[in-house]
C-alpha cells in the first residue's frame, strides 16, 4: 500500500497548481486525475482561455509557472463596465493601482503545459478515478480505480480539487448550497475591427452581462449570458447569424467582428460547499465553490485557495507536523472561509440585481455604476477586490516562492 503526505484528487488548474507548489517543499504528494495529461498541445484560434487577476499574476510566480505563461497573456489594462440602453457606466484603470495590468487573458493550453511540466516533481495517477474512500483518525483511505486495476492508497491529507461535480464531495455526502439562475453561458471567440488592446468590456443586459476579453491579434474572448434554452438556439446559428446576433447585442465600440470560432455553452449556477473541511479532507476549487462568472473570479478564487492551502501545508510540515491535523485545516478554513462567502455573496449579487427589469432597481444600479466612476477610493477598494489583494496575502500571493532559495 502506497502512502502520501498529500493526495490531490483532481489534477487541472486548481489541483495542479497547488501539486506544482507542494512538490517543492519535500512533502510525498500524489495527484489522481481522470483524464490523460501528457496530450499534445493544440494551439489555435478557438483555444479556451482564462482570465487571471493581478493576484492570481503573483500566485503563479510565487509557484514558479508564470515566467512560462507569461509570453502568450494578453494583459487587462482597463475594464469598462456599462448597462446596454442606460447610462450607467464605469470604468478601472491599472494605471490608478500602480500595477502592471489588472489583469490577464492566458490560453488556457499554456496553463495546462505549465502544470505538466511542474507535476513532474510527484507522483501522478492517470487516468485513474477515486470508486472508495474512508477516512479514520490517522488516514484517508482511498481505493482508486487505474487502467491496472483498483490500487488502495493512504494519505495525511485529501485534498478535493475536482471541480463542480466533485466525487470526493459525493463520496463523503456533503451538502451544498446551490441556486440554478436560469441563464446559461455561451463561449466562442470573434476578431474585432477596430480592437481596443489592453481593454476587456463587460456589458450588462436584459439576460445578464456580455463579457469582450482582450486577446492578441485583435481577438476577443466572449462570454455571453442568455436565458436558459435561448443557448441551442445561438450553438445552431450560421457563422452570418452569430454575429449579427452578437454584434445587436454588444454594438460598434470595436467595429465589425468576424471569425467566430467554436462556440460552447454551460448553464451557470452558485454552489456553495457547507463544509469545506473534514478530518483528513480538505475541498478546493470548483469542489468548494462555483460562482456566475459575472466578475470572472471562478479560477481566481480557486488560486487563492491554492495559495492559503499551499501555506499551511507548507509550515507544517517545516514544523514536522502532520499536515492532516485539525488545527492545520481549521487554520486554513479561517485563511479562506471570509473570501469565499464574501465573493459569492457579490457574484450572486450582481447576477440577479441586473436582470432585474423593475425600472427603480435599474436606475439605482446605473446610479451605483455612475457613483464608482466618479469615486476613485471607491474604484479603489474595486479594483483590489477584483484583483485579489484584499484578502489575507500567504507567500505565494506576495510573488513568494514556498522554500527560501527556490525560484524555478
Known sequence: MDAYDLVIVGGGLVGGSLACALGQTGLRVCVVEAVT???ADQPGYDERVIALSWGSRRILEGIGLWCG???GAAPIHRIHVSDRGHLGFARLDCREEGVDALGYVVPARLLGRGIREGLRG???LCPARLVGLHADAQWANLEIATEGGTRVVQARLLVA???????VRKHLGLAVRERRYGYDAVITTVTADRPQPGVAFERFTDTGPLAMLPMTEGRYSVVWTVREGESNEIL????SELLDRLQARFGYRLGRFSRP???AAYPLKLLLTKETVRPRVVLIGNAAHTLHPVAGQGLNLGLRDVAAAADVLADAWQQRRDPGRSEILDGYRRLRGRDQAGMAAITDTLARLFVNPWPPVRAACNLGMLGL???PGLRHVVARRLMGLDASQPRLARGLPLVAGHDR
Do not use: E, K, Q
Not at 161 to 167: H, I, K, N, T
Not at 236 to 239: N, R, T, V
Open 37 to 39: 495529461l501528457d496530450v
Open 261 to 263: 470560432g467554436r462556440r
Open 236 to 239: 445552431g446559428l450560421s457563422d
Open 69 to 71: 505563461i507569461a509570453p
Open 122 to 124: 510527484v507522483d501522478l
Open 373 to 375: 466612476d466618479l469615486a
Open 161 to 167: 480539487a475536482d471541480g463542480g461535480d466533485s466525487g
